[in-house]
């Protein structure tokens, strides 16, 4: 099964992805088929796991106050900034609709 | 017309009152420098691990508790993606899976009319209680079409209680949510201040026909108090029945609340329907909480949440609280409930019963008719009251001992309430309301009122 352009669009929507060629979509294609393959595993009773790390102990910190006052610091990576604000545009800038980029996808 | 049923959910998100944040050491505080109170995590920079802080953890048991949830040993963490200046990461540890606490309930009351004469109490069911990672602060600026963003309060930790919907109104509405406020403040969990976005109210609204099936929703945000939200709820409903007995549709959309104008309006930002990709936190193992039987015995102290050990140690909570003040000095249930409503005034009441003879039952009236009406014809909170308890009790002590009469009370209660430093007796003498106690003085007073009127004491005589 192909992945639908409908959905390339979709994750290039979500992830801000750009499949850029060919060889991104099939790229992508195999990592989905290479994925399926935990279909053919029987986990009929088997618990899911959550990660690699489920059986390690989740450490708790005590409720001290240790970073923070780094202002300057921070504010070093921003491109722009208003008096120890940082500047962003005025709301998020949606991707354009697929008809109006200019992507590979527009093709397919 | 058939009758509409309106259907009224809440997602409640209560900042925990606590030192640090939820996954770093930076600070938690309201009001500071902007961007002062960041951590290199907070900021999302590359390298950075969350570490879960023990108190919001032991928050959000509490809270759970306290709503009779179950409490999960086992919970997970998840990642929520989308894409906004304030949130760094470009997604939210939140607990979408398995949250820390399930199927609660919470019982409030509210008052059939409005005459506080009858109080019903009714029940909503708590979903969840979840653990997540609150955003930082975007300020607009439309002048230079900007966004100025304050990453302080990014990363602080929230418990998100999600209500079922179970209630039907503002007024329902409004009386769950304070209800909550109450409950999450007697347990120190979250100081739940609505004015400084501590408790802050999404409302899920949609009405059917009885008996059909539920209508399609809408979410309504940007509620800044509990009585806005009883306005934007029913604003609401209204809106949503007019549209549809005018053969119209209601949209699944996101709308904020316009308190200037008192209606809700669509939100620009949202795009329809969000995929938020949840996925699990890779960087954190489950949660796990232990109670009296489970407890492992090596494990260090200082990394261990014992759920029973902290069930033993919850405060009373503002039921039983009321239970106990009508129990222990004879007032009624309303009484109780607006005790507890006024912040401090419960305390105000209980330090004048102790330095006065008067009866509760009589205290009561003082404090709920009198000292209440005065604080809020003055927009006053019972710590600015300029009459303490001690000269509330002063005043009330001079009533008991019959040596002022009660209208004489309320006369000098008015001229307390000016704080001008007098006390209660120091205003009865300038006022000369003392009450006559000498048998001589009185008879000669009465004399001389029978003496100034012969004509109609003659007319009284004969009948």
Known sequence: QKVSVEVLDHLEHLALVDFRDSEGVERLQKAIQFADQLH??????????????????????????????CTKELLENAREKVEEYFVAPPGNIPLPKLEERETFLQGS | LAPWVPV??????????????????????????????????????????PVL???????????????????????LFDRKHYFYADLPAGYQITQQR????VNGSLSYSLCIDNKMSQL???TVRIKQIQLEQDSGKSLHDDTRSQTLVDLNRAGVGLMEVVMEPDMCCGEEAAAAVRELQLILQTLGSSQAVMAEGQLRVDANVSVHHPGEPYGVRTEVKNINSIRFLAKAVDYEIQRQIEELENGGTILNETRAFDSKLGCTVPMRDKEGKQDYRFMPEPNLPPLILYDAKS????????????????HERLPDLPSVRREKLVEQYGILPEHSFILLNEDGLAEFFENVVKQTQMKPKKVIGWILQDTLSYLKQHSLSVKDSPVSSCLLADLLNLLEKKEISSTAAKQVLAELWKGEGKTPLEIVKEQKLQLLQDQKELEQICQAVIDGQEKEVIMIVLG
């Open chain 2, 98 to 101: 398995v949250p820390i606490a």
């Open chain 2, 53 to 75: 802080n023990r108190r919001c953890v032991e928050a959000a048991v509490m809270t759970g508790l306290a709503l009779n949830c179950s409490i999960n040993k086992k919970s």
């Open chain 2, 120 to 122: 019903v109490t009714k």
């Open chain 1, 40 to 69: 053919e595993v029987n986990t009929d009773g088997v618990e899911p796991m959550d990660s690699v790390l489920e059986d390690r102990c989740l450490y708790l910190r005590e409720d001290d106050v240790t970073e923070g006052n």
């Open chain 2, 8 to 49: 009224v959910g809440l997602e409640i998100h209560a900042q925990i009152s606590s030192n640090s944040k939820l996954f770093s050491g930076s600070q938690v505080q309201f009001a500071a420098p902007p961007n002062s109170l960041v951590s290199f995590f907070d900021a999302s920079l590359p390298g950075t691990l």
């Open chain 2, 295 to 310: 407890l492992p015995a090596n494990m260090n102290h200082q990394q261990v949440i014992n759920i029973d050990w902290i």
